[in-house]
């Protein structure tokens, strides 16, 4: 779904969750209402090689956790991270720096797509060598902000993190962010995850993928501009999510608002991933679409009311239903829509296949559909 460059004002007005990607500069943007920045970092301090050794892994991924004493508390965490902390690694790209994660025994990375941009070349720094070790591009997925690249060599001792079930993740739950922030590379903050289920926006402004990502997990870890691609991992030491964005407070001049980011659930990584490795590409998005092309329709007063229907695509969801250009989508299922932000957000939190009511405006009469939403 595309939106004309008349309707960029409107819809950063209108959209309340949209981010604003940092791109290797500083991690803020001044915008009306809260903010959020893609956290890749400037290449411009050395790696720190530090060599965490293995361990054995903790207790069975699912099973319960009782309370834990203090000393206990201290002792898990050493354990996870130098369990985790070796798999976790960095990525350089032109000249920014950001994180990632080795995914199998093959030399498979997965990192964020805004971390590699438009490079097809990398530069990888592993906690065990302090040289640096070339990978090559296999495929981005800038919808879902995901990518792997592939080690030309996988070196002896690196080893795949374990990932997790991201659907068990609890509220409250305690886990720990893993990368390279400000070039800092093997850094561990740790915090819990304060929510679920989030449908988080970033912009394209300043070099993000402007993905509209569903169901991603909120922490108050600290995530800083190197964190994007690296892991948020939990005690079970099994990687949950991938840290993509950090909000920023554009009260305190686009300053980080502490506290409060947002990480790729792991399920989705593990989606995308294994049909990029599989077929070089990602074949099914699982991700709805109207299979339209679409612009932010505004009133005499500025506000945004709807999204015109510029182009259907033949044989596509809105076609099928009778949707034709021309007609102003003003509500889809239950959710309000007056900019081409809200219909994306809200195809989001949509699966492909779902029968949707869209009520429409056709010259001056409302009207309302089914629709049986297609895949992007």
Do not use: W
């Amino acid at each position: 779904m595309h939106a004309d460059a008349a309707d960029a004002a409107a819809d950063a007005d209108a959209s309340a969750d949209a981010a604003a990607p940092d791109a290797g500069h500083a991690c803020a943007a001044r915008r009306a209402g809260a903010a959020l920045a893609c956290c890749l970092a400037l290449a411009v301090l050395p790696a720190c090689a530090a060599v965490a050794p293995h361990s054995a892994r903790g207790q069975e991924a699912g099973a319960p956790h009782a309370p834990r004493a203090p000393e206990d508390l201290e002792e898990g965490y050493i354990r996870v991270i130098r369990d985790v902390l070796p798999s976790v690694v960095q990525v350089q790209a032109g000249g920014d720096l950001g994180s990632g994660i080795v995914y199998d025994d093959r030399g498979h990375i997965v990192t964020n797509a805004h971390v590699v941009g438009d490079q097809k070349s990398f530069q990888v720094t592993t906690a065990q060598s302090g040289q640096p070790l070339t990978a090559r591009l296999v495929s981005s997925f800038p919808e879902q902000d995901l990518a792997v690249i592939k080690l030309e060599r996988m070196p002896d001792g690196l080893r795949p993190a374990a990932f997790g079930d991201s659907a068990e993740v609890q509220v409250g739950q305690i886990v720990l962010a893993m990368g390279s922030p400000l070039g800092l590379s093997s850094s561990v903050t740790q915090g819990i995850v304060s929510a679920t289920g989030r449908t988080v926006s970033e912009t394209s402004e300043t070099g993000g993928t402007g993905a509209t990502i569903p169901n991603m997990i909120q922490t108050s870890a600290a995530i800083n501009p190197g964190n994007s691609g690296g892991a948020l991992v939990d005690l079970d030491g099994e990687v949950v999510g991938i840290p993509t964005l950090a909000a920023s407070d554009p009260g305190l001049d686009g300053s980080a608002a502490a506290g409060i980011g947002f990480a790729i659930p792991s399920s989705m990584v593990r989606t995308v991933a294994d049909q990029i490795i599989e077929d070089g590409r990602v074949t099914h998005t699982g991700r709805a679409a109207l299979d339209i092309t679409g612009r932010t329709v505004v009133d005499r007063n500025s506000r945004a009311v709807g999204v015109a229907i510029v182009e259907v695509i033949s044989g596509g969801a809105a076609a099928d239903a009778g949707l034709r250009a021309g007609d102003v989508i003003i509500r889809l299922g239950t959710r309000p829509i007056t900019t081409i932000t809200s219909l994306t957000e809200t195809l989001a939190t949509m699966k492909p296949g779902e029968k949707v009511t869209v009520a429409y405006r056709r010259g001056g009469d409302d009207r309302t559909v089914r629709v049986t939403l297609g895949e992007q």
